[in-house]
Structure formats: structure tokens, C-alpha cells
């Protein structure tokens, strides 16, 4: 039975849906409809959570590694605080690099996803925030993120213009219209799907 540990904040906890309707969820539930034996969804994540706070849980919580799949999606709450975004370099990629180390070393069975952009959301436009802004600093920040997962030889999955959907199509948000919705959970598994399962193909049994 592969398993899988899934690493990041509110989307990876899926706040406001239910607990089968998260991303690491549903991918796990597709990659099982292609015949894989995979476990449900080891998760260290928590809604507000910036880099240095998961990498503190995951310090607390010390999931027991080897892990067959490991997914990371972190940051947006380093660009909501104002965090700057030079140290956000080095704090993602040392996530990155536990991420690999709870995959048994094996870079190849980490999946990074994109940091989907809450700005079209109508919870930024009640904040007042320049919608502009955010879409630029949540690109800036996602050039880190792809840069540094293709350094480690990672697996990248561009969630972010899936995110942006909400900007016309209320249906992809939750009822706190700031997170998404089931349905767009289940377009972020569908995109996962292909490198989740070349991932897990790649393991070695004996």
C-alpha cells in the first residue's frame, strides 16, 4: 500500500469543505480508481500556516517516513503578511528539501503545487486589497516555487490559473468565498493526477 503525506496550509487541509473533499483526498481516490493500492492521506497542514509555521508542525508532529508520494503547497501566507520574498526562498526550499527526505530521498516522488491566487477571490475585494498586487506577488512568488522545485528534480503542478476561475465562476469558491470548492479540488487532483502516478510508479518493491 503506497503511502502519501501531504504538507501545507489551508488548501492541502481544505478549509471549509469536507474532509473527503480535499485535493490530497480526492487524488488519492483517483489514483485508486486506476488500480494503485494507495493509503488515505497522511496530513501536516493547517489553515494560516506560513512556511516557518509548517516547518515547526512538521518538527512537532515528526511524521514516520518513508513516504511512496509527498505533496508540498505552502507560501500563500507568507504573501498575505508581507513577508518578503528573498527569505522566502530559503524557507521553501528547505521544506522542499524535508519533503524529499520523508520520499526515502527519492526527489522525484515530491509534488510541488503552485500557490493559487486568492486575490480574484471576493474576500480580497471586501479587504480592500489591490487585486493587481497580489496577482503580481503571488506570480513572484510561484517563480521561486517552480525554480526551486525543478532544482531539486521535483514534480511541479501549476495549480494557479485553475485558481483563477473564481474570478467568473462562483462555484469554484467555498461558502467563505476566499477557499476553494470541491470543484475545484477535484480539477486540482485531475491536473495532479499524471505526475502522482508516474511517481508512485517509480517506486521499488521487493
Same mark, same amino acid.
Request: charge should be negative; proline fraction near 5%.
Given at each position: ?118 486575490? /480574484? @477571490? #471576493?474576500?480580497? %475585494?471586501?479587504?480592500?486589497? &489591490?487585486? !493587481? ?9 510561484? $517563480? ?14 501549476? /495549480? @494557479? #490559473?485553475?485558481? %483563477?476561475?473564481?474570478?467568473? &465562476?462562483? !462555484? ?9 470548492? $470541491? ?24
Amino acid at each position: 500500500m503506497a503511502r502519501f503525506l501531504a504538507l501545507g496550509d489551508s488548501y492541502t487541509i481544505g478549509e471549509s469543505v469536507e474532509p473527503s473533499e480535499r485535493w490530497p483526498a480526492r487524488l488519492a481516490e483517483l489514483l485508486r480508481a486506476e488500480g494503485l493500492e494507495v493509503a488515505d492521506p497522511e496530513i501536516v497542514a493547517k489553515t494560516g500556516w506560513t512556511t516557518e509555521e509548517l516547518d515547526a508542525a512538521i518538527e512537532a508532529t515528526k511524521p514516520a517516513g518513508p513516504f511512496d508520494l509527498v505533496s508540498l503547497l505552502v507560501g500563500v501566507n507568507d504573501q498575505y503578511r508581507g513577508l518578503e520574498i528573498f527569505g522566502f526562498r530559503d524557507r521553501f526550499a528547505s521544506l522542499l528539501q524535508r519533503a524529499i527526505a520523508f520520499a526515502g530521498g527519492a526527489s522525484s516522488r515530491v509534488l510541488v503545487l503552485s500557490i493559487p491566487d486568492w486575490g /480574484v @477571490t #471576493p474576500f480580497a %475585494r471586501d479587504k480592500g486589497r &489591490d487585486l !493587481s498586487v497580489v496577482r503580481d506577488e503571488i506570480d513572484d512568488f510561484n $517563480a521561486i516555487v517552480r525554480v526551486e522545485t525543478a532544482r531539486a528534480g521535483s514534480r511541479f503542478v501549476d /495549480v @494557479t #490559473p485553475i485558481s %483563477r476561475l473564481a474570478s467568473h &465562476d462562483p !462555484s469554484m469558491l467555498a461558502a467563505d468565498r476566499l477557499h476553494p470548492s $470541491a470543484a475545484m479540488y477535484r480539477l486540482w487532483a485531475k491536473l495532479a493526477l499524471e505526475q502522482a502516478r508516474t511517481a508512485i510508479g517509480r517506486v521499488s518493491r521487493p
